[in-house]
């Protein structure tokens, strides 16, 4: 199939779904035009295997998302972080969900150490950084690559979750309203999410807050 003809089956599709919306569920649309109030922020991967309003069977209006190449998180990409901030500030989120998947073409790029080209590989150099300090405390060590991919997103994820509590936004919400950040893979395989262990205890939330806090 043409590029040409794939975007106008798109657009056919995207008039069988508004055709079926109004006739199953009419509130739906009239509703999502009045304005949102999603319970979830979604920081996820852009890679095409993971939209997250389909994994997770949800409806429009039910998600607030930010997707980046290899779903890398950090306090000084703007983008990121200005999603963070309106998603908590003005619609209230009640859970930051970050996101990884297997077969990551950027965490593979990471760990092979292969040169993308472009902004690819600066946009890239968190997830690198991680790996090598994963290789140099010996966490890969007798592991195979496929292991060694999924250990990775694994730790990227938790990175994102890291980054994502210490934000002073976020760290004042989950004092103030309990936010909760959790921490997810996602199967391209089987089509299954995996919570992953992100608990940190009151020891790691004390210290957390009395380091990051603003004001």
């Avoid at 990409?77 to 970050?98: F, G, P, R, T």
């Avoid at 997810?184 to 205890?201: H, I, K, P, Q, S």
């Avoid at 210290?207 to 004001?215: D, L």
Wanted: overall charge neutral; charged content about 25%.
């Amino acid at each position: 199939m043409s590029s040409e003809n794939a975007f106008h089956r798109l657009l056919s599709q995207n008039r069988d779904f508004a055709s079926k919306t109004q006739s199953t569920n009419p509130d739906l649309l009239a509703k999502c035009a009045q304005g949102q109030s999603p319970s979830t922020l979604w920081l996820g991967c852009s890679d095409s295997r993971c939209p997250e309003t389909t994994l997770l069977a949800a409806q429009p209006g039910d998600v607030f998302v930010h997707r980046n190449i290899a779903n890398v998180i950090t306090p000084h990409d703007m983008s990121s972080q200005s999603v963070i901030y309106y998603a908590i500030n003005y619609l209230k989120v009640q859970h930051v969900v970050v996101a990884g998947h297997t077969s990551c073409g950027g965490v593979a790029a990471a760990l092979g150490n292969n040169v993308v080209g472009g902004t690819m590989d600066a946009w890239l150099m968190p997830v690198r950084e991680l790996r090598a300090q994963l290789v140099e405390s010996g966490f890969f060590e007798g592991k195979g690559d496929k292991e060694k991919g999924v250990m990775l997103v694994e730790a990227n994820v938790k990175r994102g979750v890291d980054v994502v509590r210490r934000n002073p936004e976020v760290l004042r919400a989950m004092r103030e309203r309990g936010v909760e950040v959790h921490g997810v893979v996602y199967d391209v395989g089987t089509g299954e999410l995996r919570e992953l262990e992100v608990g940190e205890g009151e020891e790691g939330v004390r210290k957390r807050m009395e380091n990051f806090k603003v004001g």
